[in-house]
């Protein structure tokens, strides 16, 4: 990473997820120059959580040698529904957050500028700014992770319609009558593609007496599965493992192709920790079958594309939220 | 209808597809004057429909007593991929048209500016600036005929994407294991709830010993049966139909949930000839499926809505189209 001159700007992103908290500092060129990861601990409730926020920030500040006095704005992304506005977490299921005022509470402990984000949508502007250089007009990203979510450019923009939430790719249904979803409908791509589904699908399948390494990796129940134990699986040969994670890329090309035909995007990318610690064994599969179910002329000239910034997507974004708002 | 002035400049907007062709006489404010309706005969070929529009268009205007030296552009819907620029459908399946360059040889006929666009694109533009008055940013058009198009409007614009055929609709897949749709793949909206797929259902049932009315109607073979045929049945008191009518509602309403999430747009129009015979049967349930597919605020303030343009939508799209180009 690039060394600190002690007085530069600094400005932080903070991917604020179910599971943790990620903070990373940038200097105003968007150069990462350190991170911080930190457990969220839901359970302590609203302040708790947000009191670890804080000292997150801290943490990667001092990580790479920085002052907080030189921070000159915090980009937040909440995984939920948000008012940026007012800086309020409307609703977070991963969190239990219903009305937080996130912005106002983070304010205690820290007094620089913060804008609150919704995590996809910052992702989105994240990857559109940094990883596209904010060229092509349209571009939609796909984000799998513990749940799917997407974001939208249109004409350059972050596009919100007029609902202000859209771009909500997770929701999709593709298949009607498949396994219960989340939100309560059936064959969402959530329910099919997530991390959650794939899990589950190998889940209730060592329990139907299926044998794979996974097992002797992680003991009979699993424990502390992460996406890349089925990325070792796979290069130990598990042929079942192979399968279930192919089962995953299918579907997320079907949703690929049905985006295309209904938006006409130049870049389509994926990204979130599933394709971080599986992209190299969906990638072909995802365009093979978008390929299969995009109309013609659908998909001439446009990009497939693994995000790299995988998962930094939400900071960058964080900062370059940051960047034009400070 | 208005009385013409004789001096008066007229518009014309021409619906052709794969059975007929509609031509509709228009004033400069888009007060339509007269339609003719023909029968396409595609087994004639290009230059036979070719003829036959330039026939259709004259007799509109001899309809309504106008004179077509008066007629200042004429905007033209065709069913397929189309390149605008130089007035060449492309492809049109139910044509069975491969680059046609329908301008060039219409202005053989018809010494007159011509303007090509695609069917549902050009449906959209009818509705939206006569309909919807071009007042909301963002609206979709979902037009249920022999097969199932879209039309998407983003700030106050018809989208047409990187790839310039961004909003078909009728080929999202819904049931990824549902029927065969012509395009190939499987449980596409247009598989589902099209026209085509609603008789292929009925007929379906009718061969395998379902009792229903249809039959009474129009004998066995349930020869020239239509969606206005359908309504008839319902009303009747017939429920097999209104069961097969009702599915056709639901998989909309999935679609139209699916929509919201991923384009928060302020209005949704439903159009084309199904939900013309059949809206008032149809859009209730079409409304009650949505909300229960739309994530929380994604259909906040939305409306959904039948066009009242109806068959009409595309000749009046052609008319916006011929004096925007005039």
Redesign the interface.
């Known amino acids: 990473m690039p060394e600190l001159n002690p007085d530069a700007e600094l400005l932080v992103g903070v991917d604020l997820g179910g599971t943790k908290i990620l903070a990373g500092v940038f200097d105003s060129k968007l150069n990462l120059l350190g991170t911080y990861k930190m457990s969220t601990k839901p359970g302590r409730g609203p302040d708790g959580v947000i009191e670890r926020i804080a000292r997150c920030v801290e943490d990667a500040v001092d990580e790479c040698d920085g002052k907080l006095s030189n921070v000159k704005a915090i980009g937040i992304g909440a995984p939920g529904?948000v008012d940026t506005a007012k800086g309020v977490v409307l609703?977070a299921p991963n969190l239990d957050w219903h009305d937080v005022p996130l912005v106002d509470r983070l304010h205690k402990h820290l007094d620089v500028p913060i804008h609150l984000e919704n995590d996809c949508t910052i992702s989105m502007l994240g990857v559109y700014e940094v990883e596209l250089k904010g060229k092509?007009?349209?571009a939609l990203g796909i984000f799998v992770g513990t749940g799917v979510g997407?974001g939208?450019v249109?004409?350059g923009e972050i596009?919100?319609?007029?609902?202000?939430?859209?771009?909500?790719?997770g929701?999709?249904?593709?298949?009607?009558?498949?396994p219960k979803c989340g939100?309560g409908?059936r064959?969402c791509l959530e329910a099919l593609a997530s991390r959650t589904a794939l899990f589950q699908r190998v889940r209730n399948a060592v329990k139907e007496g299926q044998s794979t390494v996974l097992v002797e990796m992680l003991g009979k129940d699993l424990a502390d599965m992460r996406s890349g134990d089925l990325r070792k699986a796979i290069k130990k040969g598990d042929k079942f493992v192979e399968r279930i994670v192919d089962e995953s890329a299918r579907?997320l090309g079907?949703a690929v192709?049905?985006?295309?035909?209904?938006?006409?995007?130049?870049v389509i990318i994926l990204g979130g920790g599933v394709i971080e610690a599986l992209g190299a064994e969906m990638m072909h599969t995802i365009e093979d079958v978008a390929h299969?179910?995009a109309?013609?002329?659908?998909?001439?000239?446009?990009s497939i594309v693994a995000s790299n910034l995988a998962d930094n997507a939400g900071i960058t974004g964080g900062a370059v939220l940051a960047r034009r708002k400070r």
């Open positions: 529904a609703f092509p007009k349209t997407g939208l249109i004409n596009f919100r319609g007029f609902t202000g939430c859209a771009g909500e790719v929701h999709m249904v593709i298949d009607v009558n498949g939100c409908n064959g579907y079907v192709g049905n985006l295309a035909n209904l938006l006409g995007p130049e299969d179910y109309m013609a002329g659908a998909l001439e000239g446009v």
